[in-house]
């Protein structure tokens, strides 16, 4: 079975419906559920609207420490995702700015016993770091981590992706995990990217016919409210829908024209900004 978590807060209330939504849509055989922080938890009235797309929407109390981090919050994370996890369910932590627009992955993941992790990432000095924004893990080794781990040797600013990611390739090799790099010049295949905020040629259709994760918060704009992001997020689950509903698969073949998109990635053309070419998501 596929579970999907999501962590949200009062901040990100209208990203948590459009990262339901998107989830709801891309992997509609999965467990959805919404954990919220009872210290600053979204509206009712926004917990109403999780509930009625589907999604189980419940509080927790322990300590985040801002932006998912410390041993209090991971250990936190771990115990609400393994609470009815069998060892072969999939977990999967979704970050709220993060849409969820294909499934295919997760399906991949679980048509392979063998995968115990699948997450986007870099591969830098001889060591893989993990993105926080959306990945996947094997119901056991997600429990195996929330029993081993030593808490005591953990900062307090502890990054809960990057801490999740490096302790499962401790205990996991490498070659039973799937790290993908975010698309990139020398990752043209990549189904991993962010929006790319600066740009004004982008569009939604383009996203969603590429694309199966596209992360709408990195970078974020300081000056940008989160209705913006959550907007984009529900323009991509509207291409999308539209897309499944015309029968039109997700396009993977380097070789089609993507217009400025693939220029952009191929670095033939400079109507992305150059932040966005070289973008991590």
Same mark, same amino acid.
């Given at each position: 079975?596929?579970?999907?978590?999501i962590?949200?807060?009062?901040?990100?209330?209208?990203?948590?419906?459009? %990262?339901?939504? %998107?989830?709801?849509?891309?992997?509609? %055989?999965?467990?959805?559920?919404?954990?919220?922080?009872?210290s600053?938890?979204?509206r009712?009235e926004?917990?109403?609207?999780?509930?009625?797309?589907?999604?189980?929407?419940?509080?927790?109390s322990?300590?985040?420490?801002?932006?998912?981090?410390g041993?209090d %919050?991971?250990?936190g994370?771990?115990?609400?995702?393994?609470?009815?996890? =069998?060892?072969?369910?999939?977990?999967?932590?979704?970050?709220?700015?993060?849409?969820?627009l294909?499934?295919?992955?997760?399906?991949?993941?679980?048509?392979?016993? *063998?995968?115990?992790?699948?997450?986007s990432?870099?591969?830098?000095?001889?060591?893989?770091?993990?993105f926080?924004?959306?990945?996947?893990?094997?119901?056991?080794?997600?429990?195996?981590?929330?029993r081993?781990?030593? *808490?005591s040797l953990?900062?307090?600013r502890?990054p809960?992706d990057?801490?999740?990611?490096? =302790?499962?390739?401790?205990?996991v090799?490498?070659?039973?995990c799937?790290?993908d790099?975010?698309?990139?010049?020398?990752?043209?295949?990549?189904?991993w990217?962010? *929006?790319? *905020?600066?740009?004004?040629?982008?569009?939604?259709?383009?996203?969603?016919?590429?694309?199966?994760?596209?992360?709408?918060?990195?970078?974020?704009?300081?000056n940008?409210?989160?209705?913006?992001?959550?907007r984009?997020?529900?323009?991509?689950?509207?291409?999308?829908?539209?897309?499944?509903?015309?029968g039109?698969?997700?396009?993977?073949?380097?070789?089609?024209d993507?217009?400025?998109?693939?220029?952009?990635?191929?670095?033939e053309? =400079?109507s992305?900004?150059?932040p966005?070419t070289?973008?991590?998501?």
């Open positions: 079975m596929i579970r999907i978590f962590f949200s807060y009062s901040g990100d209330a209208a990203e948590a419906v459009a %990262c339901v939504r %998107c989830a709801r849509m891309a992997v509609p %055989c999965a467990s959805v559920t919404v954990v919220d922080d009872a600053s938890p979204v009712e926004t917990a109403v609207a999780l509930r009625s797309m589907g999604a189980e929407y419940v509080q927790s322990w300590e985040r420490h801002g932006n998912l981090r041993p %919050c991971i250990r994370m771990l115990s609400e995702m393994c609470r009815e996890a =069998e060892d072969d369910d999939i977990l999967v932590k979704v970050d709220c700015d993060t849409a969820l294909d499934g295919g992955w997760l399906r991949w993941m679980e048509q392979r016993p *063998w995968c115990q992790m699948y997450t990432g870099d591969f830098a000095n001889g060591d893989w770091r993990v926080g924004c959306l990945y996947a893990l094997r119901g056991w080794i997600a429990r195996r981590l929330y081993e781990m030593d *808490w953990l900062d307090d502890a809960e990057w801490t999740i990611g490096r =302790e499962v390739l401790a205990r090799p490498a070659a039973l799937r790290i790099e975010p698309w990139r010049k020398r990752s043209p295949w990549s189904i990217t962010a *929006w790319c *905020w600066p740009s004004r040629t982008v569009s939604a259709e383009s996203y969603a016919a590429r694309f199966a994760v596209v992360i709408t918060g990195s970078p974020r704009m300081s940008q409210p989160a209705s913006e992001r959550a984009v997020m529900h323009l991509l689950a509207d291409a999308r829908e539209r897309m499944l509903r015309e039109v698969a997700r396009e993977d073949d380097e070789a089609v993507w217009g400025d998109l693939l220029a952009a990635c191929k670095g053309a =400079e992305m900004q150059t966005c070289e973008q991590s998501i």
